[in-house]
Every structure is written in C-alpha cells, then in structure tokens.
Nanobody, 120 residues
Framework: QVQPVESGGGLVQAGGSLRLSCAASGRTISSYAVGWFRQAPGKEREFVAAISWSGGNTYYADSVKGRFTISRDNAENTVYLQMNSLKPEDTAVYYC?????????????WGQGTQVTVSS
C-alpha cells in the first residue's frame, strides 16, 4: 500500500507562499488520486484540494480557489500543493491522502501532516 509523506510546511507571513510536497513510500503514487486536507486548532479537518491519478481533474475548496494549485509529477512520485497569497486563516496542519479510483469519497491512506503557520 502507498504511504504518503508530507513536507514543505513552515512559518510564512501573510501574503507569502509555500509549496507542500507529498511523496510516496511503499508503492508508486501514480495510480492514486491524491487530496490535501487541513486541520486548524479546535476545528474539524477540512478538504483543501484534490487531483486525479492522471492529473487531468482537479478540485478545490472555495476558500482556496484561485490561491492554491494542486499538481503532480508521477515520474517523481510526488504531488504538490502550491499555496500563494496565504492568509492567517490558512494556518493548520496539512495532510496528504491517497485513494484509488476517483477523487471523491473516502481517502484510505494518510500522511502524518506538516504544519503551516501564517503570521499576520
């Protein structure tokens, strides 16, 4: 089974950018749809963005549309989340998750998360 591993989190000022990476160990991630989710302190985990196994379909939460871009490089076995125009409300632990078949529905394989902190 695939095991996602996130990296790229950190501290950034409002208006800045970060790029998160989701690499895969165990198996290639190229066969899996991949989603990014986040959980802020005291809040439930929420969907951020997802990409199909081919990269042909993407989907975004309204709160990040136009600011975040999800992409994948299957040759590098990695999925990316480019985050621009960051806001303090984007502060959260960001998780990468994978599933077979379509991008909707339950995700089966989860990473440990990476912290993103946006200062005002």
């Amino acid at each position: 089974q695939v095991q996602p591993v996130e990296s790229g989190g950190g501290l950034v000022q409002a208006g800045g950018s970060l790029r998160l990476s989701c690499a895969a160990s165990g198996r290639t991630i190229s066969s899996y749809a991949v989603g990014w989710f986040r959980q802020a302190p005291g809040k439930e985990r929420e969907f951020v963005a997802a990409i199909s196994w081919s990269g042909g379909n993407t989907y975004y939460a309204d709160s990040v549309k136009g600011r975040f871009t999800i992409s994948r490089d299957n040759a590098e076995n990695t999925v990316y989340l480019q985050m621009n125009s960051l806001k303090p409300e984007d502060t959260a632990v960001y998780y990468c998750a994978a599933k077979l078949r379509g991008i909707s529905g339950q995700y089966d394989y989860w990473g440990q998360g990476t912290q993103v902190t946006v200062s005002s």
